[in-house]
């Protein structure tokens, strides 16, 4: 098992385990997928702050995210 990755949301040191992958067309390419990494209690307020904005590409599990996230 590899080291613990945290969650993004500020001030949050819980083990993450699922990746908000999300794309800011006006900053990035569109291929570009960036990652927060969310743990349980904030999954839903991250991918929904992108959500919001019309970034949001999907929700995976972080053993579902793959070399092109990041």
Same mark, same amino acid.
């Given at each position: 098992?590899?080291?613990? !990755?945290? *969650?993004?949301?500020?001030?949050?040191?819980?083990?993450?385990?699922?990746?908000?992958?999300?794309?800011?067309?006006? %900053?990035?390419?569109?291929?570009?997928?960036?990652?927060? !990494?969310? *743990?349980?209690?904030?999954?839903?307020?991250?991918?929904?702050?992108?959500?919001?904005?019309?970034?949001?590409?999907? %929700?995976?599990?972080?053993?579902?995210?793959?070399?092109?996230?990041?």
């Amino acid at each position: 098992m590899g080291p613990m !990755l945290s *969650c993004s949301a500020k001030a949050c040191r819980a083990r993450a385990t699922h990746g908000v992958v999300w794309n800011n067309p006006k %900053v990035h390419q569109p291929e570009r997928r960036k990652v927060w !990494l969310a *743990c349980p209690d904030h999954r839903e307020s991250l991918s929904s702050f992108v959500a919001l904005r019309g970034f949001l590409i999907e %929700v995976l599990p972080i053993d579902q995210l793959g070399e092109q996230d990041g």
